[in-house]
């Protein structure tokens, strides 16, 4: 089955600079390819997907890039703010397959 | 748009006893999905339905069961609570299979004690 590794586990950065988050996944037939964040006492929130037939996806400050060889997605988040600490999630899932999470990375940024 | 309602938030139940949990879906949604979420295991998915049907199960226990309505609310029911089933349920609704957008309610948190 899908296995997907999430690095790092925690991340710290100042205010204003840039986070990136990895995410590797092991089935190639994995086709969607959402993150989440997931604040304190809140239910993750979807802040970005990509699918693979697209190898990059921005949103503001928050781009993804898709791998699809190398079998790797990551999380660009540019001009860090406080409010964009939190938990962040990858994820990866086949059609109709339930989602597979990475183990999260905590981020940090310090004012 | 409402989003995704999980009631309730939070719940203490002791060792051997059940629970019942709900889950209300974004309206039009059809599709729901039901994940553990502990600090060691991290997210885990139970199971989905759509349409009234279970379409997937994870690797749970059979004490881990749920189900649909027509109105596509869920509920998951776990019987004889075990002090490891202590975690944050969360109930993901999407517009059609999984594998579309899916939208994470706040979660329940059970603790068995």
């Known amino acids: 089955g899908e296995n997907v590794e999430q690095h790092p586990s925690t991340l710290s950065v100042q205010e204003g600079d840039s986070a990136v988050i990895k995410c590797t996944y092991s089935d190639s037939a994995s086709n969607y390819f959402p993150w989440y964040k997931q604040e304190l006492g809140k239910g993750p929130q979807l802040i970005i997907d990509?699918?693979?037939?697209?190898g990059e996806k921005k949103d503001q400050r928050i781009a993804v890039t898709l791998n699809k060889t190398a079998k790797h997605f990551s999380l660009h988040i540019t001009e860090t703010q406080p409010e964009d600490s939190a938990v962040y999630f990858c994820a990866a899932s086949n059609y109709g397959q339930n989602f597979v999470f990475g183990p999260g990375t905590r981020l940090s940024v310090l004012p | 748009k409402a989003g995704v309602t999980q009631t309730p938030r939070y719940l203490i139940k002791t060792r051997g006893q059940q629970v019942t949990l709900s889950c209300s879906p974004i309206?039009?949604?059809?599709?729901v999905s039901w994940y553990q979420q502990t600090p060691g295991q991290g997210l885990q998915f139970l199971f989905e339905?759509?349409?009234?049907?279970?379409?997937n199960k994870g690797n749970f226990p059979g004490r881990f069961s749920g189900r649909q309505f027509s109105n596509s609310r869920s509920e998951m029911n776990v019987s004889t609570l075990e002090l490891g089933d202590s975690a944050l349920y969360l109930c993901?609704?999407?517009?059609?299979?999984?594998?579309?957008?899916?939208?994470f309610g706040q979660g329940t948190r059970l603790t068995v004690v």
């Open positions: 309206s039009g949604h059809r599709s």
């Open positions: 990509i699918r693979s037939n697209v």
């Open positions: 339905y759509f349409s009234e049907t279970q379409r």
């Open positions: 993901a609704s999407s517009p059609e299979v999984h594998n579309t957008e899916a939208f």
